[in-house]
C-alpha cells in the first residue's frame, strides 16, 4: 500500500526562510517568489503535490510549525 502525502502551509505564518526546500526528499517544496504574505515575506509551497509522499521532513524541520502534512494510504 502507497503512502501519499498532503501539505498545508500557514503561509500567513511562514517567514520563508527555506529549510523545508531542503530536506524534501522529492523536491516539491519551494520557496513561492511570487506571492507575499501579511509579514512581508514570500512563502513557502508545494509544487506537484501529487509528487508528494508524505515523509513529514518539511513539518518537522519548520521553526515556526507552520507546516501540515497529512498522511493518506492508497
Known amino acids: ?3 501519499k502525502g ?3 502551509f500557514n503561509e500567513d505564518l511562514c517567514k520563508g ?4 526546500t531542503t ?3 522529492v523536491n516539491i517544496v ?3 517568489n511570487d506571492k507575499i504574505n501579511i509579514k512581508g515575506y514570500h512563502p513557502a509551497t508545494v509544487k506537484e ?3 508528494c509522499i508524505g515523509c513529514t521532513n518539511c513539518a ?3 521553526p515556526d510549525c507552520v507546516i501540515e502534512v497529512e498522511r493518506i494510504k492508497e
Open 1 to 3: 500500500m502507497a503512502v
Open 6 to 8: 498532503k501539505v498545508k
Open 17 to 20: 526562510c527555506g529549510l523545508c
Open 23 to 25: 530536506v524534501c526528499p
Open 30 to 32: 519551494l520557496i513561492d
Open 49 to 51: 503535490m501529487d509528487k
Open 60 to 62: 518537522t524541520i519548520c
